[in-house]
RNA sequence: GGACCCGUAGCUCAGCUGGAUAGAGCGCUGCCCUCCGAAGGCAGAGGUCGAAGGUUCGAAUCCUUUCGGGUCCGCCA
């Protein structure tokens, strides 16, 4: 394999290559296919080398050779290439790899070149990945049930970005449902009071159907804003007039306002997305009609009635015809209705409507970020798509399950704002951005998680924010205090004297970063960049406080100029990494712990 | 009744898509600060990977069954 040595990049990727080739050389016979399976990975244990291969036992049983055979002779064949050291058969069939010194060195130069790019991938191929996520209904504040969300899809699109994807941040504005009805009637309320009406909130709440819902305090700006616009126009002598036309109007007003103040959330957060897309614009459009259309023709979908579900039978079941989607022809448990009784659409025909836009657009990876409360949707969802596109677009949901905030062990429920539940910006002012940001990757985002209050803010080994941060912040302190005659063009600084196993671990792990990004990627899951990053840091704490015990290990010497060139431009390197793993989870690195 | 997620050390969780003797932090036990980098550091104990079968050279990982916890199951989104 040939590649630019001057530029940065994945040293496992490099000898991967090398162990198919080295493995192609051996067996001419065998088939490409029979290498996919072949790995060059960290060794479990580091007292086995710099890298490990499973190549020999792949690919044992198609050549017809005992493992341990191939694995000693594709360990002669590793053992001549330039950058190997030492290659060695193991275990059953194993072969370890040392690398050479100066080429693992020689990473930390390359390395400080490429900078925060360090790590970027061509992986995605600029493949078109389309991730929407948050997508909260637009009737109220953002609050915490909605930032893992925000959180681990705004990181999961930064990842896929890095790994080479064309990626575009997209939020689903679910604007054209009931729920924003209740909104607007809701809101209507509001600016009653704001004209002066001479109804109780009981006797308006008797005149909306399904009653007077979104009862906060958040929507009297909205009731105030319609007053200064339409005078009492929208209620003459302050008696409501229920007509579609003024209900509609009220509603993309207040649509609009909860909007601002949603993205205002989200940018507290440091999340913005590149496209918002409305339910409603699309069904007005006729993007809708169009999908659902398209799937007519495929013949996709028929005039049926549902069994009631098994074991627990709705109250007021009943049987009757409905337009349902084939989705069990893709895979789903049982096809799902695209209309209401009422005739107006499902919210799962909007989506599929929301869905076709995103594969007319030219998406060519769809990535959904849900709530775990909708995992029964994934099936039907995917089998849409699927549908839609002849299986040309994948659909990729990413499921967050549910985030309990407690403070010191103690269940948080009240917000100050909203009442009933905890906002987002409660916690970013409780715990900051970076806290909130960093702990909602520190779990698989499809494991439960606890969020405590008083943990994330606190300055100790067992705080993973804290433990990051002050790595970066150590490097950055030792860069200041040396001479800036040593810290000029680090990346020309001679490295041979890095000999410690603490500093060439650190190297190590350091030449891990690009081959963790495109994992992470690959598997959709941001929070290994988390923990990536922990294991980083204490890789250099380890380092740091060897320099307690052993003074010659201590970053700056003043008698050894070279030397501390080395260890700066290790230093350099290791804040660099951070940053560039802080960037993915959108956390920005700190200078100083304070 | 069914679907999806989770079950790994006393606790909280990783485990790189099937690899070597299953890891980390906290907690526990024992050491280590006159001073030069202690918002700590070093070492140790602690596991039938919920259970039982199966697949194969090899399983915490894949399949089946089962037990516990969570989410959900036509006109909410």
């Not at 072969?95 to 990473?107: A, D, M, P, Y």
Request: net charge negative; aromatic share 6%; charged share 25%.
């Amino acid at each position: 394999m040939s590649h630019d040595p001057t530029v940065a990049y994945d040293i496992f990727a490099v000898l991967r290559a090398e162990v198919v080739t080295c493995l192609r050389r051996l067996l001419p016979d065998l088939a490409d296919d029979a290498f996919a399976r072949v790995l060059v990975e960290p060794p479990r244990d580091a007292s086995h080398g710099d890298m490990a291969t499973n190549g020999a036992m792949v690919v044992a049983k198609l050549a017809k050779m005992p493992p341990p055979k191939l694995a000693a002779e594709l360990a002669a064949a590793l053992a001549a290439l330039p950058m190997v050291a030492e290659a060695a058969p193991a275990g059953p069939g194993f072969v370890n790899i040392r690398l050479k010194e100066e080429f693992l060195l020689g990473q930390v130069p390359l390395l400080l070149r490429a900078g925060e790019a360090y790590g970027d991938s061509t992986a995605g191929g600029q493949v078109r990945v389309n991730v929407e996520y948050v997508s909260a209904n637009p009737t109220g504040p953002m609050h915490v049930g909605h930032c893992r969300g925000a959180v681990v899809g705004d990181a999961l699109a930064n990842l896929l970005h890095k790994a080479g994807y064309a990626v575009t941040k997209e939020y689903y504005i679910n604007d054209a449902g009931a729920q924003v009805r209740a909104l607007a009637y809701a809101a209507y309320w509001r600016y009653l009071q704001a004209i002066g009406t001479s109804l109780t909130e009981d006797e308006y709440s008797a005149q909306v159907p399904g009653g007077l819902q979104y009862r906060g305090e958040y929507l009297i700006p909205v009731g105030e804003a319609l007053k200064a616009e339409h005078g009492d126009a929208l209620a003459p002598g302050g008696q409501p007039v229920f007509t579609e036309a003024t209900l509609a109007l009220i509603q993309a007003q207040t649509v609009a306002a909860m909007m601002v103040e949603i993205r205002e959330d989200l940018a507290a957060l440091g999340v913005v997305h590149d496209v918002f897309i409305s339910e409603l614009e699309l069904v007005k459009a006729g993007v809708t009609d169009k999908a659902i259309a398209e799937l007519v023709a495929k013949g996709l979908v028929y005039e049926g009635v549902l069994e009631p579900p098994k074991g627990k039978t709705p109250e007021d079941w009943e049987p009757r015809p409905q337009t349902l989607f084939s989705s069990t022809a893709f895979g789903d448990d049982v096809d799902r209705p695209l209309r209401k009784s009422d005739g107006s659409n499902t919210y799962f025909a909007n989506d599929i409507g929301n869905h076709a836009d995103k594969i007319a657009r030219g998406m060519q990876q769809l990535v959904q970020v849900w709530g775990a409360d909708h995992g029964g949707y994934v099936k039907r969802m995917q089998a849409a798509t699927k549908a839609l596109s002849n299986g040309s677009v994948p659909l990729d949901v990413v499921l967050c399950q549910i985030v309990k905030v407690v403070k010191d062990g103690e269940p948080v429920r009240m917000s100050k704002r909203a009442g009933s539940y905890i906002t987002l910006r409660d916690l970013i002012d409780e715990v900051g951005r970076d806290a909130v940001r960093f702990t909602m990757l520190t779990r698989k985002s499809d494991a439960q998680m606890e969020f405590d209050l008083t943990k994330v803010v606190e300055q100790s080994r067992e705080n993973p924010v804290f433990y990051v941060q002050y790595a970066h912040a150590r490097c950055r302190s030792v860069l200041r205090q040396a001479d800036s005659a040593l810290t000029a063009d680090l990346d020309s600084a001679p490295l041979g004297s890095l000999q410690d196993p603490a500093e060439l671990a650190l190297i190590r792990r350091l030449t891990a970063w690009p081959r963790t990004v495109e994992a992470a990627a690959a598997a959709r899951e941001p929070h290994r960049i988390a923990f990536y990053l922990g294991d980083l840091a204490s890789d250099f704490h380890i380092l740091w406080n060897r320099g307690r015990e052993d003074a010659t290990l201590r970053f700056i010497q003043a008698e050894q100029p070279e030397s501390t060139r080395a260890r700066l431009a290790l230093v350099a390197a290791t804040a660099t990494v951070i940053r560039s793993g802080l960037a993915v989870m959108g956390v920005t690195p700190v200078e100083e712990m304070r």
